[in-house]
């Protein structure tokens, strides 16, 4: 219609792609979970938390401290000291329980977080997968069954038209 083509025009150059996957499923789970930038600073950021639950634990102990201290003096008359001393903090009732509980809770929340970012990842990595093989199946139907039947159509209807022009372009002359 409008304009004359040939078949030479719409031929395809290159074969489909037809490439197995290069990765199982698993593998681009793992490759995925490795990879993800927005994990890795949850894993990150849990790294710190368990920094801040081990200084936590190790503040709920005290500290003793225990020292000499010696004077001279050096006045007439004046006499030389040496001294001892402890110095022990009397923290009856805190053993840092309350940030050791937040500490705790943030790891545990941390753990949860980076939980669900991994099931959102391999979530995200099969749907992409199931997307992959939905349309992997259709290349394979559409080269399988539709491309055979779509080559005789044309080539039935490029026939037809190539018997037609003549006795039409005989008709045209006559008028």
Not at 24 to 44: K, V
Not at 55 to 68: C, E, F, H, K, P
Not at 84 to 112: C, D, W
Not at 161 to 169: K, L
Request: glycine share 6%; charged share 25%.
């Amino acid at each position: 219609m409008g304009g004359t083509s040939t078949r030479d025009d719409i031929e395809v150059e290159r074969s489909m792609r037809k490439e197995a996957p290069a990765h199982s499923l698993d593998e681009l789970n793992q490759q995925a979970i490795r990879l993800r930038p927005d994990l890795t600073l949850l894993r990150q950021g849990q790294t710190r938390s368990q920094a801040d639950l081990r200084l936590q634990l190790s503040n709920r102990t005290v500290d003793y401290t225990i020292g000499t201290e010696y004077r001279r003096s050096q006045t007439p008359g004046g006499a030389n000291s040496m001294g001892f001393f402890v110095s022990v903090p009397l923290a009856l009732h805190n053993k840092n329980q309350g940030e050791i509980a937040r500490a705790e809770r943030e790891f545990e929340q941390g753990q949860s977080r980076i939980r669900a970012m991994e099931l959102g990842v391999q979530t995200d990595v099969r749907q992409a997968w199931q997307q992959y093989q939905t349309a992997s199946n259709m290349l394979k139907d559409i080269e399988m069954n539709m491309l055979a039947k779509a080559k005789s159509v044309r080539d039935t209807l490029e026939y037809s038209y190539r018997i037609t022009m003549p006795a039409q372009a005989m008709r045209a002359v006559c008028i």
